[in-house]
């Protein structure tokens, strides 16, 4: 009796088994599928405080608490209307830079404000993750502002980035071991001078986008372009003409191979070179004016420092300075559109601007608040106005970080440029750079 | 089932008549709760291993950037020539193949001497343990922190004469690999100590009798028989070094042409949103893993199932 009674207690409890499997197995796969989905949930988006809207803004940390008090006067101004709230990213713009993209590109729907560097506006106009600014509310952020800073913002005929801050690289130089440049004062002599002195000449050689904002610069300077039509994104076609793109690589590399250059020029970026300036042997420095209330720390440093216009490339041909700054552009994803168009309006305000340069030490990027700047803080505000207004933006291309990082791959180390080859692999690895198909 | 319970058994287990008839029924049963036992395991490998695995060998042959979303399309294996016939590719190969080759090399040297050491080590065995495997217990990105700022001219205490090292090629990939060597030369040593401890004594006293030198006990002798262990350390130690990663990412950036394999992957998946270029440097990276894998396993004619050592 019992062996016949055993199988089928055992079929019993294989069912019991199998049904278990089937709730537990069923779980553990539900959990696997899921999960992805429930973490995409958590960002959320739309989000109140006590019922009023709240704007999420990201923006890079900066120092000088310019974003604080932009974030409060417009928070004042705008009570139980909106709240803005900053988002913070990291200091660096290639990291700000990833972790933006990642949450735009993911459709990350909390995303409302993006504090932009100026090279974004083309690349993220692009992918369709900026809302341009209505023509009814554009004139309120374009009125007054410099050109450089205003095209910095637009892309194919719209504004997507309300220029908030700009930028500037001047000409530093030791009043008490040289004699102010002249007019048209060359990169050639002052390379030729530090050497006849035994100084160094500070730049930014690091393989970082710092270099390819001094490659463009002295390119553009010596009468060249990097893209041609930059804004027709890959269908546009590359320019370093082989003239202007050689005479700004010798630039490059007479300095690099002189005995000006820094020892540690090939891991230069714009704060180790402003530490080796403020060291002392050094004649020339450039640099952005976050140098200048940096050198009252060191005695004898700020009386001491003279400023001119970014060097010229060929003799008689004004420079074209670089452009730096911070944008304001509006997420497509974001829910309240019309909200983030008030909050960036309020945010580059002439009384926000003003305190972002005075406190931030960011220039702004409305011309007529370069007369009401305190000369104490900012005594080069005329020389600042000038070269913004004079400075050649970087190319406003979609595929501009790969443009940026050709350029990197291809000058590093900078001693060991030959002009007239490297020229050529520019030109070759820039125009797979463009169609975003350089393996960088 | 009752037929199977009635068949007649030849199972040499003992037991009685009736136990033996069921142990069969029971065999199947098991070897199917067996299967439903590990059945969660593997439908959770199959999730995060191979489904990812498939999804980015299927990336690999689009031109798919989320930068352009607009530009999608199938190019099969264009991502791969283009990579193949890129300077940059070789130059960060080679990177990584030097790095691989040297600390690897360096660490099994140091690693045999360590784990010797601390395999004849007769008093304070566990304090001479724990100081050698101290800096296994350190987390990469911090010991990578902790050698840039030692040879940073302006923060560390070296090379104040000469120019700084990662100011340059060479210099760079020596600091990676020093960094490197001291990270993991512990996790190789104790892998090597397990292995170490398997050699019978025996073998060391007999040939010790025969008149075998200390020299000779260590190459005839002891690491023959250690052959598994060996393979184990070098090949987890040479996958590893392979997918090098946080310390070039601290140190460099890959500044200098100093980017590795797992670099170009990452810049061209994080950073340029490239799915297509960037999947296709992941699977070549992946092929490679294989292939020293299989190299290794081959060459080495040993059953890895011996020594099992988990990271």
């Not at chain 1, 000088?64 to 913070?88: L, P, Y």
């Amino acid at each position: 009796m019992r062996p016949v009674d055993l199988p089928s207690r055992a079929t019993n409890h294989s069912r019991r088994r199998r049904a278990a499997y089937r709730r537990y197995g069923g779980v553990a796969i539900a959990g696997v599928m899921v999960a992805p989905l429930l973490a995409a949930c958590g960002q959320g988006g739309a989000s109140t405080q006590n019922g009023v809207p709240v704007v999420n803004w990201y923006i890079g940390a900066q120092a000088g608490g310019w974003i604080e008090n932009a974030i409060s006067t417009c928070n004042a101004q705008n009570k139980g209307k909106f709240i803005i709230k900053e988002r913070e990213l990291p200091a660096r713009a290639t990291d700000q830079r990833e972790q933006i993209v990642r949450r735009l590109a993911a459709n990350d729907a909390s995303v409302d404000l993006v504090g932009m560097d100026v090279i974004w506006t083309a690349e993220f106009a692009n992918a369709g993750w900026l809302y341009p600014f209505p023509e009814a509310g554009r004139a309120k952020v374009s009125d007054g502002v410099l050109k450089g800073p205003l095209e910095s913002g637009t892309y194919q005929g719209k504004l997507y980035a309300a220029p908030f801050t700009s930028n500037t690289q001047l000409l530093w130089y030791r009043k008490d071991k040289t004699s102010a440049p002249g007019k048209d004062f060359t990169w050639g002599q002052m390379v030729d001078q530090a050497v006849a002195k035994h100084l160094k000449v500070q730049i930014q050689g690091a393989q970082a986008e710092s270099l390819t904002v001094t490659f463009n610069t002295l390119l553009e300077s010596a009468g060249g372009t990097f893209v041609n039509d930059a804004g027709k994104g890959a269908n546009a076609s590359i320019g370093l003409a082989q003239a202007p793109t050689v005479a700004a690589l010798a630039a490059l590399k007479k300095l690099a191979s002189s005995s000006a250059a820094d020892p540690e020029l090939n891991t230069a970026n714009e704060d180790s070179s402003r530490a080796a300036f403020e060291k002392g042997g050094s004649l020339y420095e450039i640099n952005y004016p976050f140098i200048y209330p940096s050198a009252a720390a060191v005695p004898g440093l700020q009386e001491n420092l003279g400023w001119a216009r970014y060097p010229e490339v060929i003799a008689g041909k004004p420079s074209r300075p670089p452009l730096g700054g911070f944008n304001i552009g509006i997420s497509s994803h974001s829910k309240r559109k019309a909200l983030d168009v008030q909050a960036a309006t309020c945010i580059v305000q002439p009384s926000n601007q003003l305190f972002a340069a005075e406190k931030g030490g960011n220039p702004p990027t409305l011309s007529a608040l370069y007369d009401k700047i305190d000369k104490k803080i900012y005594p080069f505000a005329s020389v600042m106005r000038e070269s913004i207004n004079d400075a050649a933006p970087r190319p406003v291309s979609p595929a501009y970080n790969d443009l940026s990082l050709a350029v990197q791959e291809t000058l590093v180390p900078l001693a060991s440029i030959n002009p007239p080859k490297t020229a050529k692999d520019l030109r070759s690895l820039a125009k797979q750079a463009l169609k975003s198909e350089a393996v960088l | 089932m009752t037929t199977v319970a009635e068949a007649p058994t030849t199972t040499a287990s003992a037991g009685g008549h009736r136990r033996k008839q069921q142990l069969t029924d029971r065999d199947k049963q098991e070897r199917r709760l067996g299967l439903r036992l590990v059945a969660p395991a593997v439908i959770v490998m199959l999730a995060v291993t191979v489904y990812p695995i498939c999804y980015s060998i299927w990336l690999s042959i689009q031109r798919y950037n989320l930068r352009f979303p607009d530009d999608r399309k199938y190019v099969w294996f264009s991502n791969y020539g283009r990579i193949l016939s890129s300077a940059h590719f070789w130059q960060v190969m080679s990177n990584t193949f030097i790095i691989v080759v040297i600390s690897v090399v360096i660490e099994l040297i140091l690693g045999m001497a360590l784990a010797l050491f601390m395999h004849r080590a007769t008093f304070g065995r566990n304090v001479v343990r724990t100081a050698i495997l101290l800096p296994y217990g350190i987390i990469t990105v911090v010991s990578a922190f902790a050698f840039q700022f030692a040879v940073s001219p302006s923060i560390g205490g070296f090379w104040h004469l000469t120019s700084p090292p990662l100011n340059n090629h060479s210099t760079s990939l020596f600091v990676i690999i020093l960094t490197e060597v001291w990270k993991t030369t512990p996790f190789m040593s104790l892998l090597l100590l397990a292995g170490l401890a398997t050699v019978p004594n025996d073998y060391v006293e007999a040939a010790k009798v025969d008149g075998a030198n200390a020299w000779q006990r260590l190459i005839r002798v002891i690491v023959p028989n250690m052959r598994a262990a060996i393979l184990v350390a070098v090949l987890f130690r040479t996958l590893d070094a392979v997918r090098i990663f946080d310390t070039v990412f601290i140190q460099t950036r890959g500044a200098n042409n100093t980017a590795t394999l797992s670099q170009l992957g990452y810049n061209q998946l994080i950073s340029q949103l490239n799915l297509g270029l960037g999947s296709a440097v992941s699977v070549l990276l992946f092929l490679i893993v294989i292939f020293v894998a299989v190299v290794f396993v081959k060459g080495f004619k040993t059953d890895l199932g011996q020594v099992r050592g988990e990271r």
